[in-house]
């Protein structure tokens, strides 16, 4: 047991900080119970943050604070979760909106649709990533992961609603998107969302 945990310690010191890490990372270096018993203890020792049942994280460190961990932002644990089930994810609601500045609201879960398995998942105190199903591939199809948040975002505005303040902020974002990717992704688009962006 004792080599388990050296050997799963020497794999998180060797990785990049910033990287979210599950039990099933550590499945060849010994039994559930001992990688379950080893990420425990450096969790406690401050090595690891366990930011939800089963996801550890090696925090980057602020050097401004004297070295402090910073916890992974939703988008960190959400598609470190959709890239390890091999799932597609795109965020909806009041959480697109926040994440791209088109308003202040934070809910308590943040949502996105998914392909894979409907299910929540507790971060923290009193908040969540909430995974809902569709069967819409359109949504999931997009090659730029920030057009398809600014066009979930429009979706949950709707149609003619966007002020003139949303829309210099959306702007702003689709300077950030490369011709080759807009003209990729604006056929997946709503009809009154391509002609939206293509106005501004």
């Known amino acids: 047991m004792k080599n388990t945990a050296n050997q799963i310690k020497n794999k998180v010191k060797n990785s990049k ?3 979210l890490f599950f039990p099933d990372d550590f499945a060849a270096l010994g039994t559930p119970d001992a990688i379950r018993l080893a990420l425990g203890k450096m969790h406690k020792s401050g090595l690891l943050m366990r930011v939800a049942h089963g996801i550890y994280y090696y925090p980057k460190k602020d050097m401004k604070y004297g070295n402090t961990p910073i916890p992974p932002t939703i988008d960190e644990i ?34 996105f649709i998914t ?11 009193g908040r969540g990533i909430l995974f809902k199903h569709t069967s819409e591939a359109r949504s999931l ?12 975002a429009l979706r949950e505005i709707g149609e003619g609603k966007t002020t003139p303040q949303q829309l ?27 002609k939206l962006l293509s106005s501004l």
């Open 141 to 152: 199809a997009y090659k730029s992961r920030l057009l398809m948040l600014i066009v979930s």
């Open 168 to 194: 210099e902020i959306i702007k702003s974002h689709l300077a950030n998107v490369s011709q080759k990717e807009l003209n990729t992704d604006i056929q997946l688009m709503p009809l009154w969302v391509r």
């Open 17 to 19: 900080r910033g990287k």
């Open 78 to 111: 959400a598609y470190g979760i959709a890239k390890r089930d091999k799932i597609r994810i795109v965020p909806t609601g009041s959480y697109a909106l926040n994440t791209l500045g088109l308003s202040t609201q934070v809910q308590a879960n943040a949502v």
């Open 115 to 125: 392909d894979g398995a409907p299910r929540r998942i507790a971060v923290g105190k």
